[in-house]
């Protein structure tokens, strides 16, 4: 049998809804890989936002291919189909190597009772105590939960083998990266769940390589972690105790690792993060897909000019349309509207008063988390205005590649895979040192 492809030990989910910031965001992976974290970049893009914006997977392989042969990178690197599904993939098989297979809407909805009867035979060793190492107490798992637990993601396990053997049949199985998103779901899986998803994706004969669990606390677009960090802690420490335990006991591929959605700007769970993956020798893969496009529409403010006046705009427009916006994000944000200044105030702004609100910097006093979510989730309007939008990121790329990289390299890959300051020639970086060297 060919040998699998796998995924490296570290690697960043990159969106990029217009297809102009491969070379910035592969940037950031250089100077990673420079200071010691071999990072691989993975471009992905859905379904969604390819209908959004009007272009066709393809685009996402061609951008990724000139950045990494503008860059001469040389390390791996993928294209990912970002959440399809059975109805969705086709269009996606021939440009990518990473699929994120989304099960979603299957969870909660119960298996064939055969199904389930079958699952919980066949599995005599998930009833009962089970020590897993680095859990401080066995799990407890009685026949009723095993049963449970089947009830509710067996299905979604069984949707997941049907398309991950579709995608197989077309492109042969050793020749792609298969994830599995579990995170849209009304609970935090605890770690015999999680234990339970395994074996079933086991059964499926997936060779799975990262599992987007979902955690505690909420993962709003483009801002920082909203929890309990400590118990968020115990969760990640407690799923990669239960990957490594499912990997020797199923058989899932050594590679097989943590997925972090919505991972961009959680700043305060990075060091968390850190610890464990140092504790358990472990991987990770953190998607981060709409940092790029606020850094876009940042780059654009600081410009000034013509891109300052496309970046007013498109926030009128989205104040305009608030509700309708932020319906199909309502889990994923939280927005105040009294935070959010009015079209005609933004209108007035400078560059600078501009680039402060939006930028994720908290120790800035004029930055608004609910004026950078309501713009996250307004990239349509951006994707409206077709060639002036895109022309105007032709010409102030200079200005927006270097935000789109410091960001990145700064706010995520350094405090994630090196602490908050790395060392270079046994000197700490300045932050423009760290994106010019």
Known sequence: MKQLLTLGKFSFGMGDRFGHQGKAQLQACVLATQLGADVVPVWNKSNREHSFIGTEPSSLRAEADAAVKALNWRQSYHVDADHIRLETVDRFIAPSDFFTIDVADSIGKPAAAKDVTAFVERHPELTGKIAIPHIDQPLNISRAEVERVANKFLLAVQDAGQIYRHIAKAKGEANFITEV???????????????????????????????????????????????????????????????????????????????????????????????????????????????????????????????????????????????????????????????????????????????????????????NPSFRQLLHVSFKVAAKKGDRYLNALKKHEAVIARNVTENLFERHMKPLLLGSQPVVNGAKMSRLEAVTA
């Open 181 to 367: 998103s579990m995170d849209e779901t009304d609970s935090p899986q605890t770690p015999h769940e999680l234990l339970i998803i395994l074996a079933a994706l086991a059964d499926e004969k997936i060779p799975l390589q990262t599992i987007a669990p979902k955690f505690t606390g909420r993962f709003n677009k483009g801002v920082d972690y909203v929890g309990d960090v400590r118990q968020f802690e115990k969760e990640f420490n407690e799923d990669l105790a239960v990957i490594a335990f499912a990997i020797r006991k199923y058989g899932l591929p050594e590679t097989l690792k943590l997925s972090v959605h919505s991972g961009s700007d959680k700043f305060s769970i990075y060091e968390p993060m850190r610890r464990a993956l140092k504790k358990f020798n472990a991987g990770v893969h953190i998607k981060t897909a709409g940092t790029t496009w606020l850094e876009e529409l940042i780059g654009l403010a600081e410009a000034g000019g013509d891109g300052l006046e496309i970046a007013k705009e498109i926030y009128a427009y989205a104040i305009e349309h608030v509700d309708e916006f932020c319906a199909p994000y309502a889990t994923v944000i939280d927005i105040n509207k009294a935070k959010l200044p009015s079209a005609k105030a933004v209108n007035g702004w400078t560059s600078q008063q501009f680039v402060s609100a939006l930028r994720h910097d908290q120790s800035n006093p004029e930055f």
